[in-house]
């Protein structure tokens, strides 16, 4: 079956660590996408990348870190920089297209601060 | 900016009980519009995708309409079942300069009692 995985579902991050979330796709989707979840809010755009070797900031961009080396996989990085990073992150990805938007989502990985 | 607010926050029904959650948004150059469903600590599910041209999708008993003019979407939900207990997210995209990415309302909490 075609999909979005994330590992890990769950991770704990300690003071000054950088940690690493796992997003990975077989749907062979061009655009791959980073929010984030906080309690009673709607989800947050981080980063995006809409080809091979190229991605954006979002809206909440300010520290955390992606790459996209490969079609398939698009990491994402929360650095020691973020301050607040507790949260349920969401990976999604989307067809070729103009206006591609996301419609598969992976289940996420939730982070939290030990 | 493109802000995207759902009402009501939280909805308790009876099952068999049909019932529409709302949805508006202050831009209305939009490209499209998605309702999605949430389950407890899981990712997003693609419910609807309707598309600015488009008035109205069906899904089995899901239906959702738009009307870009006024900057509405409804999703309508008939004979509710206690499976359909989760977050329903819309989320429009494009609209407020943000062409490239969707804008999330937070959500509406459904809850089907037996």
């Known amino acids: 079956d075609g999909g979005i995985t994330q590992s890990p579902k769950y991770l704990f991050r300690k003071e000054g660590q950088n940690v690493t979330l796992s997003c990975e796709q077989n749907?062979?989707?061009?655009?791959m996408y980073w929010y984030r979840q906080d309690p009673g809010q709607g989800l947050r755009l981080i980063y995006y990348s809409q080809i091979v070797n190229d991605f954006q900031k979002g809206d909440i961009a300010e520290g955390y870190s992606v790459s996209r080396e490969k079609k398939e996989s698009f990491p994402l990085t929360v650095t020691s920089a973020q301050k607040n990073p507790t949260a349920f992150y969401l990976c999604a990805s989307a067809s070729e297209g103009i206006r591609q938007q996301p419609q598969h989502f992976g289940d996420g990985t939730r982070l939290s601060i030990l | 900016k493109q802000e995207v607010t759902q009402i009501p926050a939280a909805l308790s029904v009876p099952e068999g009980e049909n019932l529409v959650l709302n949805c508006s948004f202050t831009d209305s150059a939009i490209y499209n519009l998605q309702w999605f469903r949430q389950d407890p600590g899981k990712g997003l599910t693609s419910l609807l995708l309707i598309q600015s041209s488009q008035r109205e999708q069906t899904s089995g008993r899901l239906n959702a309409s738009l009307d870009k003019s006024s900057g509405r979407s409804t999703l309508y939900i008939a004979a509710s079942q206690p499976g359909d207990s989760a977050t329903y997210l819309c989320?429009?995209?494009?609209?407020?300069?943000?062409?490239?990415?969707?804008?999330f309302g937070k959500g509406t909490l459904l809850t089907v009692n037996p």
């Open positions: 749907l062979n989707h061009d655009a």
């Open positions: 989320a429009v995209g494009g609209g407020g300069g943000s062409n490239y990415k969707l804008t």
